[in-house]
């Protein structure tokens, strides 16, 4: 499934749907070869992703945040 996404096989991808608002969901993706996913997380406008950078063999927390371009809900994800 991933190479139908991106078009390379050494992707992997998590996503959260359904939409938020206008946005059509959130999704992250990344060279399997670079990081080594061990759980995810996700929540009302954000998608986290644990797991071991391999290059420096580090464990790492990358965090993907949706902000609607709404002035007020801006106000509120702060």
Not at 9 to 38: R, T, Y
Not at 50 to 68: D, M, Q, R
């Amino acid at each position: 499934m991933c190479y139908a996404l991106w078009g390379d096989h050494d992707v992997e991808w998590e996503g959260v749907m359904p939409s938020i608002n206008s946005a059509s969901g959130m999704i992250s993706i990344w060279n399997k070869d670079v990081f080594v996913l061990q759980n995810s997380f996700s929540g009302y406008e954000f998608l986290g992703l644990e797991g071991i950078w391999k290059g420096g063999n580090s464990h790492i927390t990358i965090v993907n945040v949706y902000s609607t371009c709404d002035l007020e809900g801006k106000r509120i994800l702060c």
